[in-house]
């Protein structure tokens, strides 16, 4: 037997799967988080039962790749399978639409009124007995955040049943109406003062200040925590404790051969320089821990609060028309901004997007034109050095390059891009406790997922440039990256070693001694050429190998024509 | 005296009733999945410049549509009752 969770989108499923389970899924206050079918147990004292958690649906007709997942895993469903439908306890009447169409499958199913403890505080009374009398089905009380009623509810799976509830398809409201007449009161309530506050972020000027303000203090916060920790903590670190133990493991290795050399790298007047040493215990792991990790926790930071607050699905509303532009809806900014993460949940969620040729679209630009916080961490390092100037160019750059391959696709791509239909969570304060756990997994995953590829980079790197094939390549590239690009013939071994890892090749970029114009052009192609290794397989499993090289290609081929304009204008502009 | 209108010309903070949505299955469908319906007191909270989005209330629901579907939902004003 499996418990099989269904609801409409953003009713706290995921909150909920973790409570009941322990486990540790992303969750967060817009619909469409859940992209896939996660599974877990719960360990009540008799049994163990497998728990499977889909993306939200609001029908059993799929409308999107995520719903197609869930529909799909919904027509899979075994004889003695129970189907946990969670509502959403404020919005009873539109919840019921999908109990009722669950209910004719004939499963043994209960329902959880989740949101128990907002439905109340909005003036929303429902006779959770009553209702467990009409539909003849267990009706549980829950809050997915807190924990409060899962501990029942769990008790109660093994008295789900089959519901005995008839009803005309075609009477399915009036129907529905019925129930609540029966089963819910409403008090009479106005708009709060927080709801009308809120919906200021919807509406068009006051909406466009707010969006600005939020992203700009959001990218300031970044920065200022990003750099803070840096500063403060993870550069002393190295400085202070780590140097002095790896020049005694470097004297130790007689302060030379092979293996001082691979561990340790290039040490410059007794000192080392992470940027440059490039040893496994050094470059290796200066460049994860000390140049990216505090950036990602910042960024996370930041986007979780976003995410939790339901402040996305209201960006999302005031960026439509450009994302139309571009050939995709209001809820593009979701992939685009977990982009600025890491390419491979952006591309998992581009499963939000109704069409194949959205989804097409939305997965060229984030690996196109959105860099990762690991790449963008170490532009800020390597390109800093030149000044803000350097970064706004960069940056510029890149939007530009999202705007104009977004245009492009969208005019000569077959189809048109469906419209926004979208429900806007309301606000909620973010609950600390599952804020903190969002970060730290993210956190976790980002170390998991990085620090064997950054070290098996720096590897490869040194292995590469010692037998000369990198001089070798350089060679060979030289007429497209020094004539047209006008970087040195070495940087070759950046965009080799990009494949593996973004931040290790902007990394191998550091002991180059780029000028101004070269480091701008470096940043940019770097980010363009081609996909990392980890989003090139997510891209061929999401997208088959034909878009994958179809991707490849745009890239490749923007790389080029951008990285031999750029060159030109910057060397037209400042010589 | 009511008002026939779509979403999109219905004034911001109107509130009014659908009588009809100019579709096909699809939008339909989609629509009413999701709340929206012939005989819904719904209340327009904004709506985009340049053709961007509509976002109404029902219920306890705030639903953001794109212009082409707000056009084709029509709606009625002067619906006899001031509460959703």
């Given at each position: 037997?499996?418990?099989?969770?269904?609801g409409?989108?953003?009713v706290?499923?995921?909150?909920?799967?973790?409570?009941?389970?322990?486990?540790?899924?992303?969750?967060?206050?817009?619909?469409?988080?859940?992209?896939?079918?996660?599974?877990?147990?719960?360990?009540t004292?008799?049994?163990?039962?497998?728990?499977?958690?889909?993306?939200?649906?609001?029908?059993?007709?799929?409308?999107?790749?995520?719903?197609?997942?869930?529909?799909?895993?919904?027509?899979?469903?075994?004889?003695?399978?129970?189907?946990?439908?969670?509502?959403?306890?404020?919005?009873?009447?539109?919840?019921?639409?999908?109990?009722?169409?669950?209910?004719?499958?004939?499963?043994?199913?209960?329902?959880?009124?989740?949101?128990?403890?907002?439905a109340?505080?909005?003036?929303?009374?429902?006779?959770?007995?009553?209702?467990?009398?009409?539909l003849g089905?267990?009706?549980?009380?829950?809050?997915?955040?807190?924990?409060?009623?899962?501990?029942?509810?769990?008790?109660?799976?093994?008295?789900?049943?089959?519901?005995?509830?008839?009803?005309?398809?075609?009477?399915?409201?009036?129907?529905?109406?019925?129930?609540?007449?029966?089963?819910?009161?409403?008090?009479?309530?106005?708009?709060?003062?927080?709801?009308?506050?809120?919906?200021?972020?919807?509406?068009?000027?006051?909406?466009?200040?707010?969006?600005?303000?939020?992203?700009?203090?959001?990218?300031?916060?970044?920065?200022?925590?990003?750099?803070?920790?840096?500063?403060?903590?993870?550069?002393?670190?190295?400085?202070?404790?780590?140097?002095?133990?790896?020049?005694?493991?470097?004297?130790?290795?007689?302060?030379?051969?092979?293996?001082?050399?691979?561990?340790?790298?290039?040490?410059?007047?007794?000192?080392?320089?992470?940027?440059?040493?490039?040893?496994?215990?050094?470059?290796?792991?200066?460049?994860?821990?000390?140049?990216?990790?505090?950036?990602?926790?910042?960024?996370?930071?930041?986007?979780?609060?976003l995410?939790?607050?339901?402040?996305?699905?209201?960006?999302?509303?005031?960026?439509?028309?450009?994302?139309?532009?571009?050939?995709?809806?209001?809820?593009?900014?979701?992939?685009?901004?977990?982009?600025?993460?890491?390419?491979?949940?952006?591309?998992?969620?581009?499963?939000?997007?109704?069409?194949?040729?959205?989804?097409?679209?939305?997965?060229?630009?984030?690996t196109?034109?959105?860099?990762?916080?690991?790449?963008?961490a170490?532009?800020?390092?390597?390109?800093?050095?030149?000044?803000?100037?350097?970064?706004?160019?960069?940056?510029?750059?890149?939007?530009?390059?999202?705007?104009?391959?977004?245009?492009?696709?969208?005019?000569f791509?077959?189809?048109?891009?469906?419209?926004?239909?979208?429900?806007?969570?309301?606000?909620?304060?973010?609950?600390?406790?599952?804020?903190?756990?969002?970060?730290?997994?993210?956190?976790?995953?980002?170390?998991?997922?990085?620090?064997?590829?950054?070290?098996?980079?720096?590897?490869?790197?040194?292995?590469?440039?010692?037998?000369?094939?990198?001089?070798?390549i350089?060679?060979?590239?030289?007429?497209?990256?020094?004539?047209?690009?006008?970087l040195?013939?070495?940087?070759?071994?950046?965009?080799?070693?990009?494949?593996?890892?973004?931040?290790?090749?902007?990394?191998?970029?550091?002991?180059?001694?780029?000028?101004?114009r070269?480091?701008?052009?470096?940043?940019?192609?770097?980010?363009?050429?081609?996909?990392?290794?980890?989003?090139?397989?997510?891209?061929?499993?999401?997208?088959?190998?034909?878009?994958?090289?179809?991707?490849?290609?745009?890239?490749?081929?923007?790389?080029?024509?951008?990285?031999?304009?750029?060159?030109?204008?910057?060397?037209?502009?400042?010589? | 005296?009511?008002?026939?209108?779509?979403?999109?010309?219905?004034?911001?903070?109107?509130?009014?009733?659908?009588?009809?949505?100019?579709?096909?299955?699809?939008?339909?469908?989609?629509?009413?999945?999701?709340?929206?319906?012939?005989?819904?007191?719904?209340?327009?909270?904004?709506?985009?410049?340049?053709?961007?989005?509509?976002?109404?209330?029902?219920?306890?629901?705030?639903?953001?549509?794109?212009?082409?579907?707000?056009?084709?939902?029509?709606?009625?004003?002067?619906?006899?009752?001031?509460?959703i």
């Amino acid at each position: 037997m499996r418990l099989v969770m269904v609801g409409n989108p953003n009713v706290g499923k995921s909150a909920l799967f973790n409570r009941l389970t322990g486990a540790h899924v992303i969750v967060s206050n817009y619909p469409g988080t859940t992209v896939e079918v996660t599974r877990g147990t719960i360990h009540t004292a008799t049994q163990h039962i497998e728990v499977v958690d889909f993306p939200g649906i609001y029908s059993l007709k799929p409308t999107c790749k995520a719903e197609e997942v869930a529909a799909t895993e919904l027509g899979k469903l075994m004889p003695d399978d129970v189907i946990l439908n969670v509502v959403d306890s404020t919005n009873l009447e539109r919840n019921l639409g999908l109990t009722l169409q669950l209910i004719k499958l004939r499963k043994p199913m209960l329902v959880a009124l989740n949101f128990w403890d907002e439905a109340e505080h909005t003036g929303v009374k429902i006779d959770a007995p009553a209702l467990e009398g009409i539909l003849g089905i267990p009706c549980l009380p829950v809050v997915g955040t807190t924990g409060e009623g899962t501990k029942t509810l769990a008790d109660r799976i093994h008295q789900a049943t089959i519901s005995a509830y008839d009803f005309d398809d075609l009477r399915k409201w009036d129907e529905i109406g019925e129930i609540l007449g029966m089963v819910q009161r409403l008090s009479h309530r106005h708009h709060t003062l927080g709801e009308r506050l809120g919906d200021a972020s919807l509406k068009p000027f006051s909406g466009a200040v707010i969006a600005i303000l939020v992203l700009g203090l959001s990218f300031g916060a970044i920065r200022w925590i990003g750099e803070g920790l840096i500063d403060t903590i993870f550069e002393p670190f190295f400085n202070k404790i780590w140097s002095p133990l790896m020049l005694e493991l470097s004297a130790f290795l007689g302060g030379g051969g092979w293996l001082q050399h691979l561990l340790i790298g290039t040490i410059t007047d007794g000192r080392i320089d992470y940027g440059e040493s490039f040893g496994l215990l050094t470059t290796g792991l200066f460049v994860p821990f000390a140049a990216v990790l505090p950036y990602i926790f910042a960024f996370y930071l930041v986007l979780s609060i976003l995410e939790d607050s339901g402040y996305l699905p209201r960006l999302a509303v005031l960026a439509d028309r450009l994302m139309h532009k571009v050939g995709l809806h209001g809820m593009g900014v979701v992939p685009m901004l977990l982009g600025l993460g890491c390419n491979v949940p952006a591309a998992l969620s581009s499963r939000i997007m109704e069409t194949n040729r959205e989804r097409f679209i939305c997965i060229t630009l984030t690996t196109i034109a959105v860099p990762c916080m690991a790449q963008i961490a170490m532009i800020i390092g390597l390109a800093g050095r030149h000044g803000t100037l350097a970064l706004a160019i960069i940056f510029a750059t890149l939007f530009v390059v999202w705007f104009v391959i977004g245009v492009i696709l969208n005019r000569f791509l077959k189809g048109d891009s469906p419209e926004i239909l979208m429900d806007v969570p309301p606000y909620r304060i973010p609950h600390f406790k599952s804020l903190a756990k969002k970060v730290w997994m993210r956190l976790v995953w980002f170390l998991r997922e990085a620090v064997p590829f950054v070290l098996g980079g720096v590897l490869l790197a040194n292995l590469l440039y010692s037998i000369g094939v990198i001089d070798f390549i350089g060679r060979v590239a030289a007429p497209v990256v020094t004539g047209i690009m006008g970087l040195p013939k070495e940087s070759v071994g950046g965009l080799l070693i990009g494949f593996l890892r973004k931040d290790v090749a902007v990394g191998m970029l550091a002991p180059l001694d780029l000028s101004f114009r070269q480091t701008i052009v470096a940043c940019v192609v770097l980010a363009v050429y081609f996909p990392c290794v980890a989003t090139f397989t997510t891209i061929l499993r999401e997208m088959g190998i034909v878009r994958l090289l179809m991707i490849t290609a745009i890239m490749v081929a923007t790389a080029l024509v951008v990285g031999g304009m750029l060159n030109l204008a910057l060397w037209a502009i400042f010589g | 005296m009511a008002k026939h209108t779509d979403l999109v010309n219905l004034g911001t903070g109107k509130k009014a009733v659908v009588t009809s949505i100019h579709g096909g299955i699809g939008v339909t469908g989609r629509l009413d999945s999701m709340g929206i319906r012939p005989g819904i007191l719904l209340e327009k909270i904004s709506g985009q410049p340049f053709r961007g989005p509509v976002v109404v209330q029902v219920g306890n629901n705030r639903i953001a549509l794109g212009f082409g579907m707000a056009c084709k939902v029509q709606v009625k004003t002067d619906h006899g009752e001031d509460t959703i």
